[in-house]
Structure formats: C-alpha cells, structure tokens
C-alpha cells in the first residue's frame, strides 16, 4: 500500500513538472528569499490577472536593495520566477534592479513554459513597483503599496 502510495506521488509530481528545466526545478523546490522584512522601507501586494499575487518586501539602504523578500500563493514558476527576481535584484542599485526584464527570467529558466511566461512578468512587475513605491515615498507621495490587476 505504501509502495503504491508513494508511486502514485511520484506520478503526479511528474506531471506537475512536466515541461519544467532543471534550473526551474531546482528554483521551485529550494526558493530563496522567502519571508518578510520587519523593517522594510517598501512593501507592495501586486495581483496579476490569473489571480496570483506576489507580495515584496524591500529594505534600501544608500541606493541598494540591502535585502529583498516576497510570499506569494501563486503557482510553482511564480515562486521560481520571484525567487530568481529577488536573487538577481539584491546588493543592486535600483537602477541596475530596474534593468531586470521577463525576458532574462525566461532565459534563466531555459523558457518557461507558454502558459507561465506571465510568471516572470509579474515577479518583475512587483519588483518594479516596489522600487517605484520607496521612491514615491521618499518623495513625500504615499501610495498604498496596493496594486491589482496589473499585467
Ligand atoms: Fe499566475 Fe503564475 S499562474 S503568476
């Protein structure tokens, strides 16, 4: 019973993985950056139109992304793909964060496939955001930190 148990989870998780490279796997399985930030001086909440949202933390410190986090309920590229943004982003400057596309997200991932391509849209959307929300706030411009149906 437990053999057939443990056979019929193998089986699905092939499933679930099917069209997925090594890096996308190895990304979903063991995210980095997990979490929140206590002390963070942007926080924004980014819904994508599946439904999805990403939720990231930043703490800037002289200009830097010193420490970057997110939490997300969306789907396992959702994780990988914010996982990459937050690691491709952290010790950058916002500039250089800013310079962070989809498109080098698919590459990472040896492309994603079709029907997650919007998952690496919306981890740079929310990075994005981010970096534009600690801006607006530095500049006397609260905003909410709030966006829906973004992409
Ligand atoms: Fe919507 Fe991944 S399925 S962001």
Known sequence: MTEEIDRLVQELQE????????RLKDEFLSPQN???I???NSHVSVTGVCGD???MDLLIRDGTIHDIKFMTDG????IACASYVTRAAKGRT?????QITPEDVDTYFE????????CAKLSVMTLRAAIENYRSKSAGTTKS???KGFL
């Open 15 to 22: 499933e679930l993985l099917r069209g997925y490279s090594e």
């Open 34 to 36: 997990l979490g929140r």
């Open 38 to 40: 206590k002390d963070s």
């Open 53 to 55: 949202t990403i939720e």
């Open 75 to 78: 789907c396992g590229p959702t």
């Open 94 to 98: 916002l500039e250089e964060a800013l």
């Open 111 to 118: 492309g994603l496939p079709e029907e997650h391509k919007h």
């Open 145 to 147: 930190g709030k966006v």
